[in-house]
């Protein structure tokens, strides 16, 4: 009978192990492959524990080369793999990684990744580089994803970003603004403005469009004319209008893409005061003798262009849209007289044009089903947290509307005893 191994303190080793010259321990296996793989430790106690975790790794087929893989290793290998994104959704993705993670954090290796590592690093971008929850999120889509090609490969056990984002938004949630709807005053008073003569009324058109007609901004800006039936007064939804970095060497262009979802495809009837908006800017370019000069992706003959004929896009139409808030409230504090707090436009975004419509339809009590399909929300859930924003605001207003009319009657009895 072949006698056992010992090390120097007479304790019997296992298969594997070995007690090396320098006293340390080593111990040897073969992966799946054939491959030979070793761990040292300096006491036999520790070497016993390591092996426990190469144990649990050969049963989950943990593979034995995840030691000097890193983050960036594995984004590599997610770049060339995935596919079915439209284009300017994958250029996103690679700018957010490129700019936010591969720098510093990429270098981490996977096999020592934890949850609260990820953690540390999104609380990192919020606390220390200042970046919006909005920009955190959009990074926690590509790690996600790339850190899920880990568990997919049998590199980790588990997604060490899984919750990490909504951990974030519960602890920063009062860091960011919450979008609102324009008040029917407020509007009113942006509907005004834009509406007088004077250097904004060119912008009439295209956000009365966006005001009555919900329409996602690229929606609108791709807009062609024989996407609009005037005759009939509907809006045939079938593209969206995209601008995109392609990168340093490309840098920004245009795009054409389906919309996001199947719902957004979709026929939006036209109210008769966007039908005066579609006709005021053939008018206006006629005027200005103003022609489309832009094909996008074999797109043309857009309705909404610059002076020069190109396309619209988000950014230009938000510059313009903080000069009009700006110029638009100093007009209103110039023409104020009275001791009452002048209404005045509140700083927002060519989105908040879709949410306030969103929060007229309602208001005036427009089925929920029917604001889905308008709308081209995918999932009801969306259409009811924005109904449930706006009756909740709603209910509010007619509370203080009923308290108002008790106090008025009041006044009225006292008036004539």
């Known amino acids: 009978m072949t006698e056992k191994r010992k090390d120097s303190k007479k304790r019997i080793l296992k298969e594997g192990e070995h007690q090396r010259p320098n006293g340390t321990y080593e111990y040897k296996w073969r992966d799946r492959r054939g491959k030979r793989h070793s761990v040292y430790a300096k006491t036999l106690v520790e070497l016993r524990e390591k092996e426990l975790d190469v144990l649990r790794d050969v049963l989950d087929g943990i593979r034995e080369d995840k030691k000097d893989l890193t983050i960036n290793d594995l984004y590599h290998r997610w770049e060339q793999l995935k596919r079915g994104l439209k284009d300017n959704t994958f250029q996103n993705y690679r700018y957010m990684y490129t700019q936010f993670v591969e720098p510093d954090f990429g270098n981490s290796r996977v096999v020592d990744l934890k949850r609260t590592d990820v953690r540390a690093f999104y609380n990192c971008l919020a606390d220390e580089r200042h970046l919006k929850t909005s920009t955190i999120d959009s990074v926690h889509t590509v790690l996600h994803q790339v850190l899920e090609l880990a568990v997919e490969d049998d590199y980790i056990r588990y997604n060490p970003s899984d919750n990490a984002l909504k951990e974030l938004k519960k602890a920063h949630c009062n860091d960011s603004e919450k979008r609102r709807a324009l008040t029917l005053a407020e509007q009113q008073l942006f509907e005004d403005f834009l509406k007088q003569p004077g250097e904004y009324n060119r912008w009439y058109p295209i956000f009365i469009v966006m005001l009555w007609t919900g329409l996602r901004v690229g929606e609108v800006t791709g807009l062609r004319w024989c996407d609009i039936d005037l005759e009939n007064g509907t809006i045939d939804i079938n593209h969206t209008l995209v601008f995109y970095s392609k990168g340093e060497k490309v840098g920004c262009t245009f795009a054409i893409n389906t919309p996001k979802t199947e719902a957004g495809k979709r026929i939006v009837p036209m109210l008769p005061k966007v039908k005066e908006a579609f006709l005021q800017e053939k008018q206006l370019q006629e005027d200005f003798g103003i022609k489309c000069s832009a094909t996008v992706d074999g797109y043309t003959d857009f309705i909404f ?26 007009e209103v504090f110039d023409k104020h007289t009275g001791s009452n707090e002048p209404v005045l436009l509140p700083r927002f975004s060519n989105h908040s044009l879709r949410h306030t419509f969103t929060t007229r339809m309602c208001e005036a009590g427009v089925n929920i089903k029917a604001m889905q399909d308008i709308l081209g929300h995918a999932d009801a859930e969306t259409t009811m947290d924005i109904y449930a924003e706006a009756t909740h605001d709603l209910k509010r207003t007619e509370m203080i509307n009923f308290a108002d009319y008790f106090i008025s009657v009041k006044a009225d009895q006292s008036v004539a005893l």
């Open 305 to 330: 262009v610059n002076r020069f004929g190109g396309v619209q896009h988000q950014g230009t139409l938000n510059k313009a849209l903080r000069r009009i808030i700006r110029d638009c409230n100093y």
